[in-house]
C-alpha cells in the first residue's frame, strides 16, 4: 500500500446487481458449458485485465467530452501495446475480501471432513440455461440448449488498484468517471446479467463507496496525497552491518526473497504465437532490467548504469522457488525416473545419471559386488520443470501455474476483435492464452557485489534498494491483473561469500573426482569458430580449470534462451545454452585449493554473466546411483478459525447447508423407497392425492399446516376426516422395512425431525463455521433446523439459528418444512417405482 | 517502484485495434409489466413439482431473464417487419431474398447480430432481468387469520398470493380418457403477478466518412424500432411457456423515460451522477412508450412506422357456460368438495389447454370427415394445433408450435354450485356403498375466449370456423364431466381477417339458429371452407405438404 495516497483510492469495488457470469473461455464437463472465471478454492473472481479493459472501454467512449482530462486518461490508462509503460495505474485480481477467503481456505485445506471447492463454487453461483426458438417453427431448435454458470447478484467484489505514481486529481477524477460509468460486465451484459456498481472503496463501503465515487468524478474528492505522506521508501540503510571500514576487494552475494502478491507471467519461449507460456523461475535479468528502467536513459547515471547493469560491479542471479527457507535448483537433467512411476506419486526414486560412467554392464545389475555403478537398464523419463533441495532430504518442488484465456474484444461490435487489415474481416488472432505464476510463491535470489571494500559494497547494496524500493513489477502485462507485484527483501550477509554455502566446500586433492553442476543456463561459445556451442562447455570447463583437472564425462542437456530488450524495442537473439543442473564429472590431475574454487565460481562461465547466466558450483562427487525424492508434506492449516465469521461466510455456509440438505432428501427418500416391499406400494391415484396436500412448501408455517392435514387423514376419530378404509389399508400393507408406511408417516409428523437424516452428517459434510466460532452451536445445523416452535432443538440451537438467518435471502428452513420434504420426496419415487412396474408387466423399454 | 514519464509518450493516444465505442445518446426506459393470466417462466426442474418457476438465487422471487424478454421483442418486431413464421434466407439468390436480408439487417441493427453469426454486432438495446412481485390477496381472499393480522394494512402491505401449482394430463383422443402415466404439474406465477422492466438503448455516434465500416443506424431509425416492438408488449407478445394456449399474456403501463445526451458532458455527468438501480425513480409516468419517449425528443414523437407485415385471424368468443363448467383441480381442505372448478389467482378460469384438446379432438373428426383420409387430418391438423409430442424415441420427430392462440380468460358472473352425486351400479341399478362424492362446476359462468392463428394457410381458417361454430351450437363440450351436460356453451363470435396494419375484415359469427351469414361474408367463409376441402383433398392425393 502507498501510504501517500488516501487508502479509499487504492481498492476498487464492484457490486453485482444483477447475477453476472465472468467467463473463463471454457465449460466444465457435465455441469456446464460456460464456467465462470474462479481460483483452485473455488471462489470467483475477476481477472485485472478484464477490469482494467471495462474501465478503459468507458473512458474511451467518454474521454471527448472531457478534453481536460485526456492527459489524465493517458496516464490512467496508458496507449495500448506500449513498451515504456507510461500508465501509473495497475488493477489488480478482484476477488472477495481476505479475511472470507481465509475461512473458506480452512474449510477447503483442512485434514478433516473437507469441503470441496465445487461445492464452494456452486455455494457462490446459479446455473442458468436458455435455448433459441427456431422462427421458422417457434419450437426450441435443436442443439441450442446450453447452460451458463451465473455468479449470484449481491456479491462484492475487491480489487487493489496500485498507484505507480502519486496520481494527480484530474487522474483520480478520470478513473472515478470511467467506475460511475461501468455498469455492465461478463457475457450477455446486454441481456440482463452482469449489471455492475463500481465505486472506490472496500468491501464495507457499501454506502460511501458510490457518494464518494461521485465526489471525486465531479472533483470533489480531496486531495489525492494523504496527509499521513511518507516516502514509500522510507527504509534507509543497506542492512548489511559492516564491521569496521575494511578495504579489502572482493565478492558478495546478497541474497533476496521475491514474495509474489500477485501472478506473474515470465515469458518464456513459446511455440504458439496465441501463447504466452512462463518460466517457473524468475530470471536475475528481470531484475536487472527492473534496475535499469529505473536508472533511466540519462547521461548523469551513465556511471552507474555501467556499474549495475552492464556487469561492472553487479551480476544479477536467478531466482529459484523457496521451500521452507531454502533456495531449491532447477532438477539436473541427469535425473531420471523410471517411466512407470506416476507424475503425481508422491515419491521418485531417480537415477542420477552423473553417478554412472555410462559403461554397459554385463550382469545387468545397478551395482555390483565390488560396488561399481552401472548404467540403468530401464525405461527413464526426466523429471519435469521441477526444481529439487539438496539441503536435507532431497525433496521435489514444482511451482504452482496457472492458465488463463483472453480475448480482444472489438468495442462498439461487441465481440471478439477481428482483423480487418486485408480487406474483409478475418476472424483471427482474438483468443490468447496466458501462464502465469501463481501468487504467492517464494522465490529467492541472490546478487553478486563486486566491490573494493565493504563500504563500497554497502553503497552498491543501497543504490539497489533504492532503485527497487518494496516491490518490484515482473514480465508481461503487468498494469493488469499480472506483474507478480512481487515484494523484494534483501537477506544482506557480511559474511556470505558464496553463492551456494550450502553446499560444502573443501580442498580437492589430485586424482579425486568432483563436479561442476550449473546453477543457471550457460552461454558458451566453440573456441574455434566463435559460435555459441553448449557442446563446448566440456573444453570450456578444462580451460577454466587450466590443466588441473580433467573431464571425466558430462550430463548436460540443452536448452533455447532468449530475452526481450525493451529499450531497444527487440527481442534477443535466441541461442542455444546448457541448461540448469548439467553436471560435469571431472578428476582432479593436481590439487585445487578451496580458494581456487571460489574463484572459479564466483568467476562463472560463458556469456552475459551479468544477467545470471553461467553459475556454476563446484561439489562432491558422490556417485549414489539412486535417490529418492519426496513432495513436500501439505501443510495443515489450522482444522477451524475462531474469530467471528463474516457475513459472506454465513451466507455461503447456509447456502452450502441447504444444498446439501436437499441433495441428502433425495437420497433418502430414494433409499426409503426402495427399501419398500416390491408389490406393496400404494396406488399413484393415492400417492397424488397424498401429495396434493403436501404441495405448498413455501414456508414453514404451510408445512405445519400440511403436517396436520396429513395427521388428521391419518389417525382421525372422527371416520368422515379420515382417509376412506380402503386408502388406509393401502398405506397399511406397504411395508417400509419392518414398518407400515403408515407408520412410518406418522413417525416423520411426530418426531422433532425426521429420523432418517443425519442432519449432524449434512451439516459436517459442508461445515465452514466451526462451533468455536460461533459461540459453541453448529450453524451448518442450525441453519437446517430453523426456529421453530416444535424444532425439538435445544433453545441454544434456536437462537443460534437466527443468527445465521440472512437478511434478504431465503436461505433457511425449518423442521416442518423438512418433514414435508421428505414425505413428499418418498411418495414420489414410490410414484416413480409404480410407473416403472408397469412399464416393465406393459413390456415397454424404460 | 518509481517511474518516469517520457514527454513522447504523453502524446501517444489510446487507440486501439478494439476500436472506440461511440455513444451519442443514452437512452431509459422504464414500465411495469403485469401478468393477465397464468404464466410458466420455467427453471430448472428438481424439488416438488415437475416444472417449477423459475426463481431469483438471492431473494426467492419470480425471475424474468432479459434474453428471455429480448427474445420476445425481436421474434415479435421480426414478425411485423417480416411476417410470421419468415426465416432470413442464406443466400441473395432472388430480389426477395435481397429484402428479405434487408429486413432482417434492419431488426439486427436493433437486437444484434442473430445466433451464429459470427460477424454480427452487439445489440444496442440492453434488456435487464426483472424481478418480480406476486400480487397481494384482496381482502376476501384471506383466511380469519390473515384478515385479522392484517386489519387496516394497505393494499400492497396484505400478504401475497402464492405461485399456482397447475395439474396437467393428457387426454387420449380416441378414448377421451387421461392416458396412463402423463399427469404432470407445474408452477404457475398466477395473474397480477408484476416486473419492473428496464431497457437502455445507446444510440452509436456517427462514424466518420473514411470509415470502412457501414454507418451505424441513425437514433431516429433505432428508436422507431424499439418503440414498434415495446407496442408488442401491448397485447402481441406473450411469455414463457404454452403461450399459445393462452398462458403468458401480459399488459404494460407507468412508462418512463429519459434521454442522456452524451454529446455534452453535462448529458455524461448527469447519467454517471444517477443510481445505477433506479435511475428512474422519480420520473413522471405515462400511458404508452410512445408518450413517454415524446417528452423527451422530438424523434420519438412521430416514429417512422415500421411497415406491418403480419397476417392473422383472429376469432373473439363470447362463451355462456350455463349447465356449468368443470375443469378439475384437486382440493386440499378437509370440507372440500371432491373436485372443484380450476381457479387460477382466485379465479374460475377456463384454461386454454383445455380448450384446446377439445378442439384438437374436434377437428381430427372434421379433417376426417371431410378429407375421408386419417394421414391427411393428422398432417392437417398438425399443421394448425402443432404435432403431439413423441418423446425421444422418434429421431426424426420434429416439434412445431401451434400456429393458433388460444387465450385463457377468467370465467366472470358465475355461481360456484356443489351438487352431490353418487354411483349406481349399472347392473342392480342400486347405489354404490362409499360412492357418494360432491363436485363444484361453476355455474352460468361468462368468458371471452380468443382465437388467434398467425400466418394461416389455406384451409386452415376454414376448420378453425367449422369449430367455432361447434363451440357455439353446444356441439361441442369443454372440460369434464360432459356426460352430465357440463362444459357445452352457447354465445357468439366475431371474425376479424387482419392483413397488415390496416387492413381489416369483421365478420359476425352467431349459432345456426340465428342470423345466417350473408352477401360478402358468407362468400368469404365459403372460401375457406372450400379452401379446406380442396388442401385435404390434395394431402389425402399427396400433394405437397
Given at each position: 500500500?502507498?501510504h501517500?495516497?488516501p487508502?479509499e483510492?487504492?481498492s ?6 444483477s447475477?453476472?457470469?465472468f ?5 466444465t ?5 460456460v464456467e ?10 475477476v481477472?485485472g485485465?478484464t ?16 478534453p481536460?482530462?485526456m ?5 490512467v ?8 509503460e ?13 479475511e ?10 483442512r ?6 471447492s465445487?461445492?464452494?463454487l ?8 436458455q ?17 451458463m ?20 486529481a ?8 470511467s ?8 457475457l ?53 552491518a559492516?564491521?569496521?571500514n ?5 565478492v ?6 521475491l514474495?509474489?502478491k500477485?501472478?506473474a ?9 496465441n501463447?504466452v ?9 528481470m ?9 533511466g ?20 542471479l ?8 531454502s ?5 539436473p537433467?541427469?535425473?531420471?525416473r523410471d ?12 537415477f542420477?545419471?552423473a ?51 483472453h ?11 477481428t482483423?480487418?487489415s ?6 483471427h ?11 504467492k ?31 518490484v ?10 506483474g ?15 553463492e551456494?554455502p ?6 580437492i586433492?589430485a ?9 543457471s ?16 562447455l ?17 550430463r ?37 585449493s ?18 545470471g ?32 465469521p ?39 391415484s ?9 404441495r ?20 382421525s ?8 378404509k ?11 422395512g419392518s ?13 422433532p ?23 459453541g ?9 430453523e ?17 445465521v ?12 418444512w423438512?418433514?414435508?420434504r421428505?414425505?413428499d420426496?418418498?411418495?414420489d419415487?414410490?410414484?416413480?417405482l ?10 415397454v423399454?424404460? | 517502484m ?8 504523453t502524446?501517444?493516444?489510446l ?25 410458466r ?8 413439482v ?6 431469483d438465487?438471492?431473494?426467492g ?21 417480416v ?15 435481397r ?5 432482417f439487417?434492419?431488426?439486427s ?10 460477424l ?5 438495446l ?10 397481494t ?20 402491505d ?23 402415466h ?18 437502455e438503448l ?5 462514424t ?21 416492438a415495446?407496442n ?5 407478445i406473450?411469455?414463457g411457456?404454452?403461450?399459445s ?8 403501463s ?9 454529446d ?16 428512474l ?24 412506422p ?5 397476417n ?14 368443470l ?5 386440499r ?8 372448478h380450476?381457479?387460477?389467482?382466485g ?16 377437428a381430427?373428426?372434421i ?5 375421408n383420409?386419417?394421414?391427411?387430418a ?8 402443432g404435432?403431439?409430442l413423441?418423446?425421444t ?25 356443489r ?23 361453476d ?10 392463428l398467425?400466418?394461416p ?13 361447434d ?9 369434464g ?6 362444459g ?12 397488415g ?31 379446406l ?13
Open positions: 500500500m502507498n501517500s495516497i487508502s483510492l487504492q476498487l469495488r464492484i457490486e453485482l446487481l447475477d453476472t457470469t467467463g473463463r473461455g471454457e465449460g464437463a457435465g455441469q456446464v458449458d465462470v472465471d474462479h481460483d483452485e478454492l473455488g471462489i470467483p473472481f481477472n485485465k477490469i482494467r479493459s471495462l474501465l478503459r472501454d468507458t473512458w474511451l467512449s467518454m474521454q471527448e467530452q472531457f481536460k482530462l492527459d489524465a486518461g493517458r496516464r490508462f496508458g496507449p495500448h501495446g506500449e513498451l515504456d507510461t500508465s501509473i495505474l495497475r488493477i489488480g485480481r478482484a476477488g472477495i475480501d481476505d472470507s477467503r481465509r475461512w473458506i481456505s480452512a474449510a477447503v485445506e485434514n478433516v471432513a473437507r469441503v470441496s465445487t461445492t464452494i456452486a455455494g457462490f453461483t446459479d446455473i442458468r440455461t435455448t433459441s426458438e427456431d422462427r421458422a417453427t417457434g419450437a426450441p431448435e435443436l442443439t441450442t440448449l446450453r447452460s454458470r451465473v455468479l449470484i447478484r449481491g456479491l462484492v467484489l475487491t480489487a487493489e488498484l496500485d498507484w505507480l505514481e502519486i496520481p494527480t484530474d487522474d483520480v477524477r478520470c478513473l472515478a468517471l467506475l460511475l460509468g461501468t455498469r455492465h460486465a461478463g450477455c451484459r446486454n441481456r440482463g446479467r452482469g449489471h455492475i456498481r463500481c465505486g472506490f472503496g472496500t468491501i464495507d463501503s457499501a454506502e460511501d463507496s458510490v457518494k464518494r465515487t461521485a465526489q471525486w468524478a465531479s472533483g470533489n474528492g480531496g486531495s489525492p496525497t494523504s496527509s499521513q505522506c511518507r516516502h514509500p521508501l522510507g527504509k534507509s540503510a543497506s542492512g548489511l559492516a564491521k569496521g575494511s578495504p579489502t576487494p572482493g558478495w552475494y546478497v541474497p533476496y526473497t514474495t509474489l500477485s501472478p507471467i515470465v515469458t518464456g519461449l513459446a511455440h504458439d504465437p501463447t507460456s512462463t518460466l517457473r523461475y524468475i530470471p536475475g535479468s531484475l536487472r532490467g527492473a534496475v535499469a528502467r529505473a536508472i536513459n540519462h547521461a548523469a547515471t551513465r556511471a552507474q548504469f555501467n556499474s549495475l547493469v552492464l556487469g561492472g560491479n553487479v551480476a544479477w536467478n531466482a529459484y522457488p523457496l521451500h521452507q527457507q533456495r531449491t535448483l532447477p532438477a537433467p541427469g535425473f531420471k517411466k512407470q512411476q506416476a507424475d503425481d506419486e508422491k515419491r521418485w526414486d531417480v542420477d545419471l553417478s554412472f560412467d555410462g559403461q554397459p554392464d554385463e550382469t545387468h545389475e545397478l551395482e555390483d559386488e565390488d560396488g561399481n555403478l552401472h548404467w540403468p537398464e530401464e525405461s527413464l523419463a526426466g523429471t519435469g520443470e521441477s526444481f529439487v533441495t539438496f539441503v536435507g532430504t532431497p525433496t521435489r518442488i514444482t511451482p504452482n501455474i496457472s492458465a488463463r484465456v480475448q480482444q474484444r472489438d468495442r462498439a461490435k461487441g465481440r471478439s476483435w482483423d480487418t486485408q480487406g474483409g474481416e478475418q476472424p488472432g482474438t483468443l490468447f492464452a496466458c501462464e502465469s505464476l501463481d501468487a510463491q517464494k522465490f529467492e535470489g541472490a546478487i553478486q557485489i563486486r566491490a573494493d571494500s565493504e563500504a563500497h559494497r554497502d553503497a552498491i547494496l543501497q543504490q539497489v534498494r533504492s532503485l527497487l524500493g518494496y516491490s513489477l515482473l514480465g508481461r502485462s503487468r498494469r493488469a491483473e499480472y507478480g507485484d512481487a515484494e523484494i527483501e534483501f537477506r544482506p550477509d557480511p559474511n556470505r561469500r558464496r551456494w550450502e553446499l560444502g566446500r573443501e580442498d586433492p586424482g579425486k573426482c568432483f563436479r561442476a553442476m550449473l546453477v543456463p550457460c552461454l558458451v561459445r566453440d573456441p574455434d569458430t566463435g559460435q555459441f556451442d553448449p557442446a563446448a566440456r573444453d570450456v570447463i578444462e580451460q577454466k580449470f587450466a590443466g588441473r583437472a580433467k573431464v571425466q564425462w558430462v548436460t542437456s540443452f536448452e533455447t534462451v532468449g530475452g526481450f530488450n525493451r529499450k531497444w524495442r527487440l527481442e534477443l537473439p535466441q541461442t542455444l545454452a546448457v541448461s540448469t543442473g548439467s553436471v560435469v564429472v571431472l578428476q582432479a590431475t593436481a590439487d585445487i578451496t580458494a581456487d574454487i571460489v574463484a572459479l565460481e564466483n568467476a562463472g562461465l560463458g556469456d552475459r554473466r551479468a544477467e547466466f553461467g553459475r556454476f558450483v563446484i561439489t562432491k562427487h558422490e556417485p549414489n546411483g539412486k535417490l529418492t525424492l519426496t513432495r513436500p508434506d501439505e501443510i495443515a492449516p489450522p482444522d477451524s478459525l475462531t474469530s467471528s463474516p457475513t459472506l461466510i454465513k451466507e455461503l455456509q447456509a447456502r452450502l447447508a441447504l444444498t446439501a440438505l436437499e441433495r441428502a432428501i433425495d437420497e433418502t427418500a430414494s433409499d426409503v423407497a426402495r427399501n419398500a416391499k416390491k408389490g406393496s406400494l400404494p396406488s399413484s393415492l400417492i397424488g392425492r397424498l401429495r396434493e396436500l403436501l405448498d412448501q413455501s414456508s414453514d408455517a404451510t408445512c405445519s399446516k400440511a403436517l396436520s392435514e396429513l395427521n388428521v387423514w391419518l389417525r376419530a372422527d371416520e368422515s376426516r379420515r382417509l376412506k380402503p386408502a388406509m389399508d393401502k398405506l397399511d400393507r406397504c411395508r417400509v414398518k407400515s408406511l403408515t407408520s412410518w408417516l406418522l413417525e416423520v409428523i411426530d418426531s425431525t425426521p429420523r432418517d437424516l443425519n442432519l449432524p452428517g449434512i451439516a459436517a459434510r459442508c461445515r465452514l463455521i466451526s462451533q468455536e466460532s460461533s459461540g452451536d453448529d450453524p451448518a445445523l442450525a441453519v437446517l433446523c426456529p421453530s416452535s416444535g424444532s425439538g432443538l435445544p433453545d441454544s440451537k434456536r437462537q443460534q439459528g437466527a443468527a438467518q440472512v437478511t434478504d435471502r431465503q436461505l433457511s428452513r425449518g423442521p416442518n423438512l418433514k414435508v421428505l414425505i420426496a418418498v411418495l419415487q414410490m410414484a416413480l409404480n410407473r416403472q412396474q408397469t412399464r416393465q408387466q406393459k413390456g423399454k424404460s | 518509481t517511474h518516469t514519464t517520457t514527454p513522447d509518450s502524446k501517444a493516444t487507440s486501439d485495434p478494439g476500436g472506440v465505442r461511440g455513444i451519442q445518446a443514452r437512452w431509459i426506459i422504464e414500465c411495469e409489466l403485469k401478468l393477465e393470466s397464468a404464466t417462466l420455467g427453471g430448472r426442474s428438481g424439488g416438488p415437475d416444472i417449477p418457476v423459475l426463481r438465487a438471492r431473494s422471487c419470480p425471475l424474468l431473464t432479459g434474453s428471455t424478454l429480448a427474445g420476445a421483442l425481436r421474434s415479435c418486431l421480426t414478425d411485423q417487419i411476417g410470421y413464421w419468415i426465416v432470413e434466407p442464406q443466400h441473395e439468390k432472388t430480389d426477395e431474398d429484402v428479405l436480408k434487408r429486413q439487417h434492419q431488426i441493427q436493433l437486437f444484434g447480430g442473430s445466433r451464429g453469426d459470427d454480427g454486432s452487439q445489440s444496442p440492453i434488456v435487464f432481468d426483472s424481478y418480480g412481485s406476486l400480487p390477496k384482496q381482502d376476501s381472499l384471506l383466511s380469519l387469520r390473515e384478515r385479522e393480522s392484517f386489519r387496516g394494512a394497505k393494499a400492497d396484505l400478504p401475497q398470493k402464492p405461485v399456482e401449482i397447475r395439474d396437467s394430463v393428457k387426454i387420449d383422443a380416441s378414448r377421451g380418457t387421461a392416458e396412463d402423463k399427469k404432470f404439474d407445474g408452477e404457475l406465477l398466477p395473474a397480477g403477478t408484476t416486473f419492473p422492466l428496464r431497457f445507446l444510440v452509436p455516434s456517427p466518420d466518412n473514411d470509415s470502412k465500416d457501414p454507418p451505424p443506424p441513425s437514433e431516429a431509425e433505432l428508436l422507431s424500432l424499439l418503440l414498434a415495446l408488442g408488449l401491448s397485447g402481441e406473450a411469455l411457456a404454452r403461450r394456449r393462452g398462458m403468458g399474456r401480459l399488459s404494460v407507468k412508462w418512463k423515460a429519459k434521454r442522456f445526451d452524451f455534452k458532458p453535462q448529458g455524461w455527468l448527469e447519467w454517471l451522477m444517477s443510481d445505477a438501480e433506479h435511475p425513480k422519480s420520473a413522471q409516468q405515462f400511458s404508452t412508450a410512445q408518450v413517454a419517449c415524446g417528452m423527451q425528443s422530438e424523434l420519438a414523437r412521430n416514429p417512422e415500421v411497415t406491418d407485415q403480419r392473422r385471424v383472429r376469432i373473439t368468443a363470447t362463451l355462456t357456460f350455463s349447465a356449468g363448467l375443469v378439475r383441480s384437486p382440493t381442505q378437509a370440507d372440500a368438495p371432491d373436485v372443484m380450476l381457479k387460477s389467482a379465479q374460475s378460469v377456463l384454461p386454454g389447454t383445455s380448450l384446446a384438446g377439445v378442439l384438437r379432438n374436434r381430427l373428426r379433417a376426417r370427415l371431410i378429407g383420409s386419417g394421414d391427411a393428422n398432417e392437417f391438423v398438425d399443421g394448425l394445433f404435432p403431439e413423441s418423446g424415441h422418434d429421431r426424426d420427430f420434429k416439434s412445431r408450435a401451434s400456429r393458433l392462440r388460444i387465450s385463457e380468460d377468467f370465467v366472470t358472473g358465475g355461481k360456484r354450485q351438487p352431490t352425486r353418487i354411483r349406481i351400479d349399472r347392473f342392480t341399478q342400486g347405489v354404490f356403498e362409499s360412492a357418494l362424492f360432491d363436485e363444484e362446476p355455474c352460468g359462468g361468462r368468458v371471452t375466449v380468443t382465437f388467434e398467425r400466418g394457410e389455406p384451409g386452415q381458417l376454414g376448420l378453425l370456423l367449422l369449430l367455432v361454430r363451440l357455439l351450437d353446444s356441439d361441442l363440450a369443454v372440460g364431466t360432459t356426460s352430465v351436460g357440463r357445452v356453451a352457447r354465445g357468439t363470435a366475431e371474425l376479424e381477417i387482419i392483413t396494419a390496416d387492413e381489416q375484415q369483421r365478420i359476425a359469427l352467431t349459432a345456426n339458429s340465428n342470423s345466417p351469414l350473408t352477401g360478402t361474408d358468407l362468400e368469404t367463409v365459403n372460401a375457406e371452407i372450400r379452401d376441402r380442396e388442401r385435404l383433398k390434395q394431402l389425402a392425393d399427396g400433394g405437397a405438404a
